[in-house]
């Protein structure tokens, strides 16, 4: 871009073209006052006050709004200038309280900075007086409109940056006021608590309710909640974390955060944290030391492994942890209990992306890079909630839709959020997927969209794929899929006549008995179009868990060591045993869904649980329930009791991210620092520590001094990972593949050649789900997130604000549906699968597709993995929690349940 | 009340751009404009609610309640101002027993101020339904109401 030069008060800058006069000032390290300005927000030349004097331009121009041009000569504190901003000010302060010691923004107020700049000592217009209107409906955060300055930060951030729009500028004149629609209270608006307005307000007209002392010191760190992997300053007065604020300059969140992470994190300082080990004894935990539980812990295993053989045991590790303990975690498993049988809730959600992407292209991880989102022409959204699972990365659709022009087909079966900024929504039927995406290839094939020179050049497999695509039109489809053949036609030319097309996938493609299938299919969309391999293309799948990416990469699954180095590779083999120094066993071991049916048949004697909570998130938790009891030995190493710590025989304390050190990798392969910012309550230890202390108990010694060393270890054993170190990523966090210290990490994957070579087409049929909606089970019941709550809650639903905005235990359902079952709003219904019965609250919705019902999976009072099917995929053993059949009974019950 | 609106956005592209003569097809239909229009419209022009509000109320041509079967507008301008335009609306609200920005009870008089029409050289003015009315007195303001009863 071309470089312009200008003289801003004697002071020389040079600036990119189109620079903004305020932007060029700035820059050069000069201040001009400003109100209204910021620099994530598109100008807008409301406040006045950065007006400037320009030689040969007439009036005061704001700077904002001024393109800075070559050889412009701009004066910033002319006294005609400053005597112009003076008169602002005072007719601002004259409509603003005088009571700035108590008034939350105090010393953090930039109408405050604006006047003591400007020299403005004393009030000198008469006040105003009016109506003190207060909005405190929301619980994270109020409104209170006599110390707003009408900048419109607020509404021009939910509006532009969030896609939101909850508030507006309402009224006009003296009337003009920050608003939602009709005026009624925040919470009852499409607010979604995300409290960017809060950060964004310069007085203290937003301020949050929580935040009445500052914070004494603040610690950067990566948030505990979901795959996006946003930065998070935590600000810590004591022992207690008092505020949260996103990292400004962070890759992934570039300041912005969700209602979770920004005001969700009290679990932390939870009065219902485990402070104590805990033993089983008469039926009962009680509290007990460490040395005593340890001691148990190791030697039931042991008992268990000498009696039974090491493959009785197994561990499930934790997508909340951190690498270094899921690389602590496997190798516990694999070298001191000495059975592959570990693996972790990644085979819930993402085990099909992992089998299924590395088959397509040789590794099973997102190929492109969140940043690059924007810069996409077409994405195609599939079986991703993204506005409520992954709130972040929503922004970024959002903003290539609005700011960049970008198509958006969001193919879902429920109308999700997204939908609002969709140019076509395919609402296919739950579990048609492959059928739909066939049609659309028949479609590019058919009107020869396709990327001739790229299947060639770069891909195998093409013929068997391309006949048995043959008979796969859209007519063929629209029966299957509930979809009008016209809009798969209109999606196909769409999403191949872009230059850049992307797509974006999360569970309501891999939680299916075809999830693989599915994966599959994106797979063959993407490389028959040339969109794989370069920036702003490819297959994404965004990961759930904070480091569910991480604990994949680092080997907590029962057929790989870290870095997806196969267990039955001898030659793998060898060198871990080598580095381990034990042999290691050549058989893969058990995934989740297949250690809870082992258990249940009597073969699995013992279990280790690290972080992880099956008793909510495993299907068909009946089953999980019955397996688990059935257990010689159940130890759960986690910060809550939850409801699978309720059944073991010991508990065992760790540590929440907010108190240990370690790091996360997020859903676009980055790897980022995690960093203890608060003491661990009571006898909580370090959750590596505690593995370290069982593993040397069971006879093979693990020592490390700090979590840094753990992570030079998993270096020299993981090639991907190779050059990472807690120096490397302490800063920005470098994205794997990154080999050696001197590499600079990979944006986005595939570039010139696949992992695998060629990437490989595989022709996929279509197949029914395993259970559909019958006459007995009428009614198909998928499960999801939302936005205000996170897995099975036990994180998040310690927070009262939370809990106030999401009530527990709903169900969607179409109002057509509703009326014909006589089903109103917020009534109690039980729905029944072949597995179980729950108890939910009706929520009357046209989200919903009519003959559907959707269930969030948070919450304990009516699990909807008692109904779901643990059905698996035939490769990745991924259970089908998206379809299963139900009926619905009004319930005689006046609360939810199970 | 829940308006059928299809009708008048069959005329529109669905462009933002289009939201002002969108509110004023349903002001004309309706009488005034209604929340459930406001929301409507919003989803046909794919916008936030509280965009559309934002503009509804920044207009004054906009109601967000219903209207009196005569509108009746009284000049507050400077030119009306100085003749006396402060008695004119004072004996109008007393005649109609409302406020300006009030509905009579009975839906048959709406009343507001308004800051010139532009008809100054006949100032005192009033409009009613449209009509100007020019160089008011008081009494000749209530006989042209009395007029319409």
């Given at each position: 871009m071309a470089q312009i030069t200008l003289t801003i008060d004697a002071v020389g800058a040079t600036v990119p073209e189109g620079t903004s006069v305020l932007e060029a000032a700035l820059s050069a390290g000069i201040y001009i006052p400003t109100l209204c300005y910021d620099k994530d927000l598109e100008p807008y030349g409301a406040c006045r006050i950065c007006i400037v004097e320009i030689e040969g331009m007439d009036g005061l121009p704001t700077s904002c709004t001024t393109r800075a041009a070559d050889g412009m000569v701009v004066r910033t504190d002319t006294e005609r200038v400053n005597r112009v901003r003076r008169t602002i000010c005072e007719m601002l302060i004259a409509d603003h309280p005088a009571d700035c010691l108590t008034c939350p923004a105090n010393q953090s107020c930039e109408l405050q900075q604006v006047a003591s700049h400007l020299g403005i000592m004393q009030q000198r217009l008469e006040p105003l007086e009016r109506e003190h209107v207060l909005d405190e409906s929301n619980p994270f955060f109020k409104l209170d409109l006599s110390t707003c300055i009408l900048c419109a930060r607020c509404v021009r951030a939910c509006n532009e940056l969030r896609g939101v729009g909850a508030i507006e500028l309402v009224g006009r004149g003296y009337e003009c006021h920050v608003g939602t629609f009709l005026d009624g209270p925040m919470v009852e608006s499409v607010c979604e608590s995300c409290g960017e307005c809060v950060d964004r307000c310069p007085t203290g007209a937003l301020s949050a309710k929580a935040e009445r002392l500052p914070p004494t010191r603040e610690v950067k760190t990566t948030c505990v909640y979901c795959g996006c992997g946003c930065g998070l300053v935590l600000g810590v007065r004591g022992n207690r974390i008092v505020r949260v604020r996103g990292e400004a300059a962070h890759p992934v969140n570039r300041g912005s955060l969700c209602v979770k992470g920004r005001f969700g994190l009290d679990f932390v300082g939870s009065a219902d944290r485990l402070t104590a080990p805990l033993i089983r004894r008469d039926g009962e935990l009680q509290e007990a030391g460490w040395e005593e539980a340890l001691e148990l812990v190791a030697g039931r295993l042991s008992e268990i492994k000498a009696e039974?053989?090491?493959?009785a045991l197994a561990g499930l590790s934790s997508a909340k942890c951190t690498n270094e303990e899921n690389y602590l975690f496997q190798k516990f498993v694999r070298a001191a209990l000495g059975t592959n049988n570990v693996d972790h809730c990644a085979r819930l959600c993402h085990a099909s992306t992992v089998v299924g992407l590395a088959r397509a292209f040789g590794s099973g991880a997102m190929t492109n890079s969140l940043g690059e989102i924007e810069h996409a022409d077409c994405i195609l959204v599939t079986g991703s909630n993204t506005t409520e699972a992954h709130p972040i990365i929503a922004l970024r659709i959002i903003a290539a839709v609005e700011r960049h022009g970008a198509r958006l087909i969001v193919a879902d079966p429920r109308r999700i959020d997204l939908v609002r900024f969709a140019d076509l929504h395919l609402r296919q039927r739950s579990g048609t997927d492959v059928a739909l995406f066939n049609a659309m290839m028949n479609v590019i094939l058919g009107e020869g969209l396709a990327d001739e020179k790229f299947i060639a050049s770069r891909t195998e497999g093409f013929e068997q794929f391309r006949r048995a695509l043959e008979e796969c039109t859209p007519e063929w489809a629209e029966p299957i899929t509930g979809v009008p053949a016209g809009e798969i036609r209109a999606a196909a030319r769409t999403y191949a006549g872009a230059e850049r097309a992307s797509i974006i996938y999360s569970m309501g493609i891999t939680q299916h008995t075809t999830g693989t299938d599915n994966v599959l299919s994106l797979a063959n969309l993407a490389m028959l179009t040339g969109n794989v391999g370069r920036p702003s293309t490819g297959v994404n799948p965004l990961r759930g868990q904070n480091n569910v990416q991480g604990a994949c990469d680092l080997g907590a699954l029962p057929d790989v060591y870290p870095g997806y180095q196969k267990v039955d590779d001898a030659g793998v083999r060898r060198s871990f045993e080598q580095a381990w120094g034990v042999p290691l066993p050549a058989e893969p071991g058990l995934t989740v869904v297949e250690m809870t049916n082992a258990a249940a048949e009597g073969l699995l004697k013992g279990l280790y649980v690290m972080g992880e909570n099956p008793m909510l998130s495993d299907p068909n938790v009946n089953h999980v329930r019955e397996a688990l009891e059935k257990l010689d030995f159940l130890c759960v190493q986690d910060i809550f009791l939850t409801e699978t710590a309720r059944l073991a025989d010991v508990v065992l304390p760790g540590v929440s991210f907010a108190e240990k050190d370690g790091t996360f990798t997020n859903t676009e392969r980055r790897v980022q620092r995690v960093r203890a910012a608060v003491d661990s309550p009571g006898e909580a230890r370090q959750d590596w520590a505690i593995i370290c202390e069982v593993a040397s108990r069971l006879g093979y010694p693990m020592h490390y001094d700090h979590p840094s060393q753990i992570m030079d270890e998993m270096a020299s054993v993981t090639p991907i990972y190779g050059g990472m170190s807690f120096e490397r990523v302490d800063e920005v966090g470098p994205q794997w593949p990154c080999p050696d210290a001197e590499h600079p990490g990979t944006v986005y994957l595939h570039e010139g050649e696949f992992k695998r070579g060629r990437g490989k087409f595989h022709p996929v049929r279509f197949r029914e789900a395993a259970e559909l909606p019958d006459e007995e089970y009428p009614f198909l019941l998928t499960t999801g997130r939302c936005l205000y709550h996170f897995h099975t809650g036990t994180l998040s639903r310690r927070s009262a604000g939370l809990e106030e905005l999401s009530p527990p235990a709903p169900f969607e359902i179409h109002p057509e549906d509703a009326a014909a079952e006589g089903i109103s709003e917020g009534q109690i219904v039980q729905i029944t699968s072949r597995r179980g019965t729950v108890r939910a609250r009706a929520v009357l919705t046209e989200r919903s597709r009519p003959g559907m019902i959707f269930m969030p999976f948070h919450f304990r009072e009516a699990a909807a993995n008692l109904l779901t099917n643990d059905a698996l995929d035939p490769v990745a053993k991924i259970p089908e929690y998206k379809v299963c059949a139900v009926r619905l009974k009004k319930a005689h019950e006046s609360s939810p349940g199970c | 009340m829940e308006e059928n609106l299809d009708g008048i956005f069959s005329q529109y592209a669905g462009e933002r751009g289009e939201l002002i003569p969108i509110l004023q097809d349903v002001q004309r239909a309706v009488g005034y404009v209604p929340g459930a229009a406001m929301t409507q419209t919003a989803r046909f022009l794919r916008i936030p609610e509280s965009a559309v509000y934002g503009v509804v109320t920044f207009y004054a041509q906009f109601h967000l309640t219903r209207q009196g079967e005569h509108g009746v507008k009284v000049c507050q301008g400077t030119a009306c101002h100085v003749r006396g335009g402060r008695r004119i609306l004072r004996a109008v609200e007393k005649k109609l027993g409302i406020r300006s920005g009030e509905t009579s009870e009975d839906y048959r008089f709406s009343l507001e101020r308004v800051a010139c029409f532009g008809s100054c050289a006949l100032a005192p003015v009033m409009v009613v339904d449209g009509k100007v009315h020019g160089r008011m007195t008081p009494q000749k303001a209530v006989r042209v109401l009395e007029a319409l009863e």
């Open positions: 039974h053989g090491p493959d | -």
